[in-house]
């Protein structure tokens, strides 16, 4: 699997960007995808997912209400919807894939990670 992100930037606080992540290879077997960001310093962490299947998501506390996550499963394709932007959102935004594979004895647990993408929020 592979994962090509594009929509990264510079913006004002206050403004939005777009996020998108296309994915290619075995993609029918990818369960979940999501976005991560890492901060200079900080440890990366999840921004948003969104399941295959059911479209289920799930977001940070501190990104709740500004970001919205939502997927193309024909373009195999996420996006990420960013609002409300502030400066503490500056990151390298990455996207990612996981396939799990359940066995009878066993559950294997796969991840993918996109290039990442910057983005950053001036005040």
């Known amino acids: 699997v592979q994962l090509v992100e594009s929509g990264g930037g510079l913006v004002q606080a206050g403004g939005s960007l777009r996020l998108s992540c296309a994915a290619s290879g075995s993609t029918f077997t990818i369960n979940v995808m999501g976005w991560y960001r890492q901060a200079p310093g900080k440890q990366r962490e999840l921004v948003a997912d969104?399941?295959?299947?059911?479209?289920?998501?799930n977001y940070a506390d501190s990104v709740k209400g500004r970001f919205t996550i939502s997927r193309d499963n024909a373009k195999n394709t996420i996006y990420l919807q960013m609002n409300s932007l502030k400066p503490e959102d500056t990151a390298v935004y990455y996207c990612?894939?996981?396939?799990?594979?359940?066995?009878?004895?066993?559950?294997?647990?796969?991840?993918?990670w996109g290039q990442g993408t910057q983005v950053t929020v001036s005040s």
């Open positions: 969104i399941t295959r299947g059911e479209g289920e998501t």
């Open positions: 990612n894939a996981v396939i799990t594979r359940y066995y009878s004895d066993h559950v294997s647990k796969n991840d993918y």
